[in-house]
């Protein structure tokens, strides 16, 4: 089955600086590729997602690029702020069945003022 | 769009007894929905994938006979943990697949409930 090794957190930045949080996965085949987001007292919310290798996922400044070849899709942001506070989760699905996700262990971003 | 509810948010039970939680679509129809746990770490864990109108399929090491799902409509589905103990306790969270989605793959979280067993 799938696998993914997210970076440990907490990552703890301040605001405007530039945040990466590394991903790499090992899976079957190419699997679509997810970032989800949790914020506090809140459910995983959908980040961004990339269905093809080389394809570019963004949204909300969040960028993250399906590399094939490393079998990475890390999580940047040029600029984040106090509001991007939150645990970060990256998923790949099952290219066959039910589609299931599998998740890492999430990373959390603490950003002060 | 693709709002998923659960219901209820919180629930405190007395060991032995079973409790039923609810994950509704409330704006797509599902056939598809998937029960996870989330341990203290933050991983969540795929416990079963619930479709309308079959038999749930569960991950491997999950109870069944523990962890009853019913996925009785397009909307709905139900997680029952019955004879709850104390090491039940966890955050449980339901997603929900579009049936009309593009990619099919994107799953569309509810807010989960927090099960405390004394």
């Known amino acids: 089955g799938n696998s993914v090794t997210q970076m440990e957190g907490p990552v703890t930045l301040s605001e405007e600086a530039f945040l990466t949080i590394n991903c790499t996965y090992t899976a079957t085949g190419y699997p679509s590729l997810f970032w989800y987001v949790q914020y506090p007292g809140e459910g995983l919310q959908l980040l961004l997602k990339a269905t093809k290798a080389d394809d570019k996922g963004s949204n909300k400044g969040f960028e993250a690029t399906y590399r094939k070849e490393t079998t990475s899709f890390h999580l940047e942001k040029g600029s984040v702020q106090v509001s991007d506070s939150a645990v970060y989760f990256c998923a790949p699905s099952s290219i066959s069945g039910y589609s299931t996700l599998t998740f890492g262990k999430g990373t959390m971003l603490l950003v002060s003022p | ?118």
Request: aromatic share 10%; hydrophobic share 30%.
């Open chain 2, 1 to 118: 769009g693709a709002v998923v509810s659960q219901h209820p948010s919180r629930v405190i039970c007395k060991s032995g007894t079973s409790v039923k939680i609810e994950c509704r679509s409330l704006d797509f129809q599902a056939t598809t929905m998937f029960w996870y746990r989330q341990f203290p770490k933050k991983s969540l864990m795929l416990m079963a994938t619930s479709n309308e109108g079959s038999k749930a399929t569960y991950e491997q090491g999950v109870e069944k006979d523990k962890f009853l799902i019913n996925h009785a409509s397009l909307t709905l589905s139900t997680l029952t943990v019955t004879s709850a103990h104390p090491e039940d306790s966890s955050f449980y969270i339901c997603s929900a697949r579009r049936d009309d989605g593009r990619p099919r793959d994107t799953q569309y979280f509810g807010p989960g409930t927090r099960l405390t067993v004394l």
